[in-house]
């Protein structure tokens, strides 16, 4: 499809001076630059998303590193069913992570410790409809992706059915707390916190409180308890 006028790029990002570098390297190249910003605030999930949107690019860079509000994979599905090419920007070299937005609807990863000019070939092909992976390449990433999801969501069942006593000593048990301390801090037996923890380890299918805790961190348990203390 041919596109009349620049190649429309919107960043999602909160730092401003890759902001600025990067909106002076677009604009030199002839493309048309906005910049939508994070907000604070519980909502922002909901603005980020209206506000790239309301924008309509053709193409959106977003930053994964938006912070702990901020849901990237449902933000790059949303977007990009809105079509919007999105281009994740990434600080980890995670093949698995890179895997996951793919799978989530991103056309492109791309390293931010890279140079600009691969960000910027992204964004070019991206504005001529073309491909920016190879077709194995891009396969064989949101295979692992897919696979990581998978066991995410597995291991996300297995947190459902923690009780809310059960919860709540997992979550002492992510801040580093022993079991007397629990016990202390909740006023109960020692006993009674190491039965808790036997129901914690067996209910997520794990041998150790620190593979019980790896698997709360995975899931993103400690952003969004599924049980209220």
Request: proline share 3%; charged share 25%; net charge positive.
């Amino acid at each position: 499809m041919v596109r009349s006028g620049p190649t429309r790029v919107a960043l999602v990002d909160r730092h401003d001076l890759f902001s600025d570098c990067l909106r002076a390297v677009l604009e030199t190249r002839g493309f048309a630059y906005h910049r939508v910003p994070i907000p604070a605030g519980t909502d922002q999930d909901d603005l980020v998303r209206s506000r790239l949107l309301e924008v309509r690019p053709d193409v959106a860079l977003v930053n994964a590193n938006l912070g702990v509000a901020r849901r990237v994979g449902a933000l790059i599905g949303e977007v990009s069913r809105g079509g919007v090419a999105v281009v994740v920007l990434v600080d980890v070299d995670d093949e698995v992570r890179w895997g996951q937005y793919l799978a989530a609807g991103a056309r492109a990863v791309a390293p931010m410790s890279g140079s600009l000019a691969s960000v910027i070939s992204a964004v070019r092909r991206l504005g001529r409809g073309e491909p920016v992976l190879d077709r194995a390449e891009r396969d064989r990433l949101i295979a692992l992706g897919r696979r990581r999801n998978a066991e995410v969501r597995a291991a996300a069942g297995r947190i459902e059915r923690l009780s809310a006593q059960e919860g709540a000593v997992l979550r002492e048990l992510m801040a580093g707390h022993a079991v007397p301390e629990i016990a202390t801090a909740h006023r109960v037996a020692v006993a009674t916190v190491r039965t808790q923890v036997k129901g914690v380890l067996a209910k997520l299918e794990v041998s150790s409180q620190l593979s019980a805790v790896a698997v709360a961190h995975v899931v993103g348990w400690t952003e969004h308890p599924t049980n209220a203390a």
